[in-house]
């Protein structure tokens, strides 16, 4: 894939700050004893080097906050599970006795206990997992459930099948890591560094907040292959707040088991509020899995007609940047905006950013933008699109869905509007036409059709009134 060379400097700035904030909070005041695990330990032994306790609950009773645990390299999978105490770390050793970052150097690991049990690593405040590869998932790798996991950082870490028993949640999955805050603050979380790979019913990063939690996340250089399940995966409910970063990482082959698993998904509640920053995000489908639901990047106001309506949303908020990324053979839509609820305030942002085929089966574009299931749906959606490329799909490069008809407060600048859009963007090759609107004015100035003045289309996809569609002055010349 070809990847863009433009980076947004304030989300470098963001994500250092995280970091550095993260770096701030570790505490000096904690343990600094260093214990040994080994798989092929013979003999009962003291959690020394050189006689390596054999089981992680020896770890666990001996040590106390802030200690160390190394796992060393066996001929065989160490089989348990361990609930970290506060700053502890958790790190699998190479042969060369440092971290293993190497994903072929890494420490197996598994717990084979039966569902509903089967949880391999329980987290804590500042707690530090790496240099581990987790195997046959019969439960979470790594959980954060009923823990104040704040502070916390997981990298250079594998994770690779699910067991053909384990737990299941609605869609049949068992997520690596599950991270989940009832109330309170996580913050200052880190996964980074990490392969999630080859699992039919595996899922990889989940982040449910609900009540008034609070959470701050950084995602980086996370690499995500052949899983039924989704790379990245935030749920807010009822009043919570998540905050997420997302940054350099790879998504191959997501959805398996014929699944609606958007790569990446910001999913909201109630009325809770995420702001979610994805950047150098390289997605692809060559094998074409998933169902006719299963995007590339989906945000979703949960609403009708859903069941369980006291959690429609009633007042969602969400901010989406989505730059300098790439997004190829997407299943269905590779970018989908879809708002089921009412009164939600939603701010959207593509920027430098390359959609390659697709056959976009429910909105129907390569940007599809779906703004309400139902009239007056009340709220605010503003749409920026600049310096972005939609070619090659089956369907519309842009398509404006309202399928419940009626006033909605809407701006869409593909280019000269009011959000401040240099347009730069190019519509090429998409099979239904570059643009379906439907009621509602789309700014459209200063972007490449191809050569000439693109025809737009209404929801009927018959030619729209040029009214709803402003595109001149156009491009004359490929930006590119």
């Not at 933008?369 to 699109?385: A, E, M």
């Not at 419940?404 to 600048?413: A, E, Q, W």
Request: aromatic fraction near 6%; proline fraction near 5%; include cysteine.
């Amino acid at each position: 894939m070809t990847k863009p060379t433009n980076r947004c400097a304030a989300a470098a700035s963001l994500a250092l700050l995280l970091i550095s904030s993260s770096a701030a909070a570790q505490p000096t005041d904690v343990g600094n004893a260093a214990y040994y695990v080994s798989a092929d330990a013979t003999e009962t032994g003291d959690g020394t080097r050189a006689r390596p306790f054999g089981t992680l609950a020896e770890a666990e009773l001996a040590s106390v906050a802030g200690d160390t645990i190394y796992l060393l390299a066996g001929d065989r999978a160490l089989d348990g599970a361990m609930v970290l105490k506060p700053s502890q770390r958790l790190l699998g050793l190479g042969p060369d006795g440092t971290v293993a970052t190497d994903p072929d150097l890494r420490v197996a690991i598994t717990n084979t206990t039966p569902p509903p049990g089967g949880v391999i690593v329980t987290l804590a405040a500042r707690s530090e997992v790496a240099g581990l590869h987790f195997l046959d998932l019969g439960n979470h790798a790594i959980s954060g459930a009923r823990a104040d996991y704040t502070g916390s950082h997981i990298h250079h870490i594998t994770v690779s099948r699910n067991a053909a028993a384990h737990v299941e949640d609605e869609r049949g999955l068992v997520y690596a890591i599950s991270l989940a805050a009832e109330s309170g603050v996580r913050g200052e979380v880190r996964i980074e560094d990490s392969r999630f790979m080859d699992g039919e019913d595996l899922g990889a990063i989940r982040v449910f907040h609900s009540g008034n939690s609070r959470g701050r996340y950084l995602f980086q250089r996370n690499m995500f292959a052949d899983l039924g399940g989704r790379a990245y995966f935030v749920r807010t409910q009822h009043t919570s707040r998540a905050e997420t970063i997302i940054l350099d990482s790879e998504a191959r082959n997501i959805g398996r088991g014929d699944r609606n698993s958007d790569s990446i998904i910001p999913y909201l509640m109630g009325q809770s509020e995420q702001v979610m920053l994805v950047r150098n995000y390289q997605f692809s489908n060559p094998d074409r899995e998933g169902n006719q639901s299963n995007t590339g990047i989906e945000a979703y106001m949960f609403g009708a007609p859903r069941p369980d309506q006291p959690n429609w949303c009633t007042g969602c908020r969400l901010t989406l940047k989505i730059l300098d990324s790439v997004l190829e053979h997407a299943v269905t839509d590779p970018i989908q905006f879809s708002n089921s609820g009412r009164d939600s305030v939603l701010a959207y942002e593509i920027r430098n950013t390359q959609i390659i085929g697709g056959t976009p089966r429910q909105g129907g574009g390569g940007i599809s933008l779906n703004l309400q299931p139902g009239p007056d749906s009340g709220g605010r959606t503003t749409l920026l699109v600049e310096n972005t490329d939609v070619i090659g799909t089956d369907g519309y490069g842009f398509a404006l869905n309202d399928r419940g008809g009626g006033p909605h407060d809407l701006i869409v600048d593909l280019g000269g509007g009011v959000l401040g859009s240099r347009g730069h963007n190019r519509f090429v090759d998409n099979s239904k036409g570059p643009l379906r609107v439907a009621g509602h004015r789309v700014t459209a100035r200063h972007n490449w059709w191809g050569g000439g003045v693109p025809v737009a289309h209404g929801p009927d996809d018959r030619v729209a009134p040029e009214a709803e569609v402003l595109t001149e002055p156009v491009l004359t010349e490929d930006p590119r």
